[in-house]
């Protein structure tokens, strides 16, 4: 008998009154014989009772407590059941096919009887054609004169069962449709991207002699193809949750001042751009990249919404969620947060469309003009940094997205602005780890261009082992994450162990829970997405490389 409750003890299923200690008690047995009426006014109860026990819409057993026989059964129970009234009276629960589990019900008759009173919320009982239901199951032990009985209320909670089960399943066929729609666009953006690498790269092998300045400029639309791959396999791990994330303490009126010359950028000289600052504002924790992607994002879809020209209000405040918020917003938790809110006067959004604003590929733009990833994006940023997002909308009314992030006490970090440097260079020795055998090449040969020694290999075990004959200083390992055998995390934890002077640099496209909980990374370690760039990859080994070494290790 499974999904016992014992925790209640009041119970919406009784019909006959039982008193208790307090509300929520369990029943104290009485004699009730001690409280009856006598003559008329007792037959009157009995009548009251009995009329009460004849026509309840839940089913109602009494039984002996000493022996455990059924000394009577209401109609509904009857009819529910499908037993015959004789069939019932003088046997033990047991004795009839209803229960599954003989001797699981002999032992909560047992049970029953020891502690007066035991609650199942969803009990399984068959017919006795052979069908199945399930009820919401409540017994108490009271004394009527020098006797025990049991009273036992049934209710048929099938319906509400396989309701639950209905809504189970269409949430997962939602599921199967929005993954279809995922997956489908996916192959449609990356089609595209393909087409144009492919392409190219057909003519330049095919046509060797094309002048230079045709064949720079082609390499160029291959590269730009390249990034637009790049970036929309990031918008998918934002999404699915499932970025690596590097958080710190942030200010977000620092990010929206560092931010505002891209945002400039991105919009037309016929949109006004307003920022409403809070002068002390707190401290969230982080990915500065993603934080900025967030805002870039929105700021997009504010633009858009708004093609005849208008405002975008970017503001930041303290707040503290309270009760009534969550109650509306199930998703927030009551406590202090930053709020950023984005605010545009353009057409507004309906009722329909906020219910899909959040889905991937989902836009209410025209076949060609956006991917429709771009507030899923925001979505799953927010949600992997603990936070909450909320839309207020109306058509014609412009639209406000309020993002919370939990705020902390600690003080934000100061986040440098990268100007254009030349590609740092370095001489150390390196040790490479991926079994992406073409990657692994083009990344040695990055690495080596730019004064590194390197040593590589596609098999985590065997890289311990160059690594074992290496004589010399091995300050940095660059590994992928997923790999057949060992991981990199694992590699990493192997490596260390015997070589603490060396760092970690993960390089991967994709990471697990399994792999890095939380998306976090160990001390020492720096996270790489791939596709990444020379640049990319060069300003990263540098980084690490001339970072002190902390004392706990990945």
């Known amino acids: 008998m499974p999904n016992r409750n014992r925790e209640s003890a009041s119970s919406h299923l009784e019909l006959n009154s039982v008193p208790r200690n307090e509300v929520?008690?369990?029943?104290?047995?009485?004699?009730?014989?001690?409280?009856?009426?006598?003559?008329?006014?007792?037959?009157?109860?009995?009548?009251?009772?009995?009329?009460?026990?004849?026509?309840a819409q839940d089913g109602i057993l009494i039984l002996n407590a000493k022996t455990g026989a059924i000394t009577d059964v209401n109609p509904f129970l009857i009819t529910l059941l499908n037993y015959s009234r004789e069939e019932f009276l003088g046997k033990a629960l047991w004795d009839l096919g209803f229960f599954k589990d003989i001797e699981a019900s002999k032992a909560a008759f047992r049970e029953?009887?020891?502690?007066?009173?035991?609650?199942?919320?969803?009990?399984?009982?068959?017919?006795?054609?052979?069908?199945?239901?399930?009820?919401?199951?409540?017994?108490?032990?009271?004394?009527?004169?020098?006797?025990?009985?049991?009273?036992?209320?049934?209710?048929?909670?099938?319906?509400?069962?396989?309701?639950?089960r209905s809504e189970q399943q269409l949430g997962q066929a939602q599921k199967m449709e929005a993954i279809g729609q995922l997956a489908g666009g996916i192959a449609h953006d990356f089609n595209n991207l393909l087409g144009v690498i492919l392409g190219y790269c057909e003519i330049l092998e095919g046509q060797p002699s094309l002048p230079e300045s045709t064949r720079q400029t082609m390499i160029r639309e291959i590269y730009k193809a390249g990034l637009s791959a790049k970036d929309l396999t990031k918008h998918l791990l934002a999404f699915s949750?499932?970025?690596?994330?590097?958080?710190?303490?942030?200010?977000?009126?620092?990010?929206?001042?560092?931010?505002?010359?891209m945002l400039s950028r991105l919009i037309g000289d016929d949109i006004e751009v307003v920022s409403v600052p809070h002068?002390?504002?707190?401290?969230?924790?982080?990915?500065?990249?993603?934080?900025?992607?967030?805002?870039?994002n929105l700021v997009?879809?504010?633009?858009?919404?708004?093609?005849?020209?208008?405002?975008?209000?970017?503001?930041?405040?303290?707040?503290?969620?309270?009760?009534?918020?969550t109650r509306q917003h199930p998703s927030a938790k009551v406590g202090p947060y930053v709020m950023l809110s984005v605010s545009d006067t353009g057409v507004g959004i309906d009722e329909e469309t906020q219910t899909h604003i959040f889905e991937p590929f989902f836009s209410t733009k025209e076949t060609?003009?956006?991917?429709?990833?771009?507030?899923?994006?925001?979505?799953?940023?927010?949600k992997q940094s603990a936070g909450t997002i909320g839309l207020y909308s109306e058509p014609g009314h412009g639209t406000t997205f309020k993002i919370y992030f939990p705020r902390h006490d600690e003080s934000p970090v100061a986040i440098r602005q990268e100007k254009a440097k030349p590609v740092p260079r370095g001489s150390e020795t390196l040790l490479l780890v991926d079994d992406a055998g073409p990657l692994r090449e083009l990344t040695r040969r990055l690495l080596e261009g730019c004064g590194y020694t390197v040593l590589d290999s596609g098999n985590p075990l065997e890289a311990i082992r160059i690594a074992d004959q290496h004589k010399g200083v091995l300050p940095l390992l660059i590994t992928d994450v997923v790999m057949p055998g060992l991981s990199g995390p694992a590699l990493a934890k192997r490596l260390t162990a015997t070589r603490p002077e060396i760092r970690v640099l993960y390089a991967s496209g994709y990471a697990d829970d399994a792999v890095f909980p939380q998306g976090k990374?160990?001390?020492?370690?720096?996270?790489?997405?791939?596709?990444?760039?020379?640049?990319d990859l060069m300003r990263k080994v540098r980084e690490l490389l001339d970072s002190p070494l902390r004392r706990s290790v990945a």
């Open 24 to 55: 929520g008690a369990d029943p104290v047995p009485i004699d009730i014989a001690e409280h009856v009426p006598s003559g008329q006014a007792l037959k009157d109860s009995e009548a009251r009772y009995r009329r009460l026990f004849e026509t």
């Open 112 to 164: 029953l009887k020891d502690k007066q009173y035991v609650r199942y919320d969803d009990l399984p009982l068959e017919t006795r054609d052979g069908r199945s239901i399930h009820v919401e199951f409540v017994s108490n032990v009271y004394g009527v004169n020098s006797t025990q009985v049991i009273q036992c209320n049934v209710r048929d909670i099938t319906k509400r069962k396989y309701a639950e």
């Open 241 to 261: 949750r499932r970025q690596v994330m590097q958080p710190v303490f942030l200010n977000l009126n620092t990010t929206l001042t560092q931010l505002q010359p």
């Open 279 to 296: 002068d002390d504002l707190g401290t969230i924790k982080a990915d500065p990249t993603q934080v900025e992607q967030v805002l870039m």
């Open 300 to 325: 997009a879809n504010a633009r858009d919404a708004m093609i005849h020209g208008g405002k975008i209000t970017i503001e930041t405040a303290n707040v503290d969620i309270d009760e009534t918020y």
């Open 368 to 382: 060609g003009k956006g991917t429709g990833l771009g507030l899923a994006t925001v979505f799953g940023i927010v």
């Open 521 to 535: 990374l160990g001390a020492n370690c720096a996270f790489l997405e791939k596709p990444f760039t020379r640049d």
